[in-house]
C-alpha cells in the first residue's frame, strides 16, 4: 500500500515562501509521475506542478517563476519550493503520485497539508 505524507504547510505572508515535503512510503522510482495539487475553498483541484518520467517538469502558468518541485529519489521524498507567495496561493495542497499497473494507471493521494497566505 503506497503512503503519501505531506509536511511544511503553514501560515506565512505575501510574498514570503514555504517549502513543502511529501514522503513516500516506498521507493519513488516506481511511480511513474508525481506532482502537487492544490484546493481552494469552493473550487475544484487543480495541478500545480509534476514530475513525469524522463524528469520533465510541468507547471501551472499561475506559479510558472515562483514555485519549483524537485525529488530526492534517495530520501524517496517529493517537495514544492513556493516563493513570493500571493494569498491567491491559499489552498490544501496534496501530493499525488501515479503508478502504471498493466492497463490502467492507479494514482494515489496524501492528505493534503493547509497553505494560507495572508496579505
Known amino acids: 500500500q503506497v503512503q503519501l505524507v505531506e509536511s511544511g504547510g503553514g501560515l506565512v505572508q505575501a510574498g514570503g515562501s514555504l517549502r513543502l515535503s511529501c514522503a513516500a512510503s516506498?521507493?519513488?522510482?516506481?511511480?511513474?509521475?508525481m506532482g502537487w495539487y492544490r484546493q481552494a475553498p469552493g473550487k475544484q483541484r487543480e495541478l500545480v506542478a509534476d514530475?513525469?518520467?524522463?524528469?520533465?517538469?510541468n507547471y501551472a502558468d499561475s506559479v510558472k517563476g515562483r514555485f519549483t518541485i524537485s525529488r530526492d529519489n534517495v530520501k524517496n521524498t517529493l517537495y514544492l519550493q513556493m516563493n513570493s507567495l500571493k494569498p491567491e496561493d491559499t489552498a490544501v495542497y496534496y501530493c499525488?503520485?501515479?503508478?502504471?499497473?498493466?492497463?490502467?494507471?492507479?494514482?494515489?493521494w496524501g492528505q493534503g497539508t493547509q497553505v494560507t497566505v495572508s496579505s
Open positions: 514530475i513525469r518520467s524522463g524528469g520533465r517538469l
Open positions: 516506498g521507493s519513488i522510482f516506481s511511480f511513474s509521475a
Open positions: 499525488a503520485a501515479d503508478r502504471v499497473v498493466v492497463m490502467a494507471t492507479l494514482k494515489y
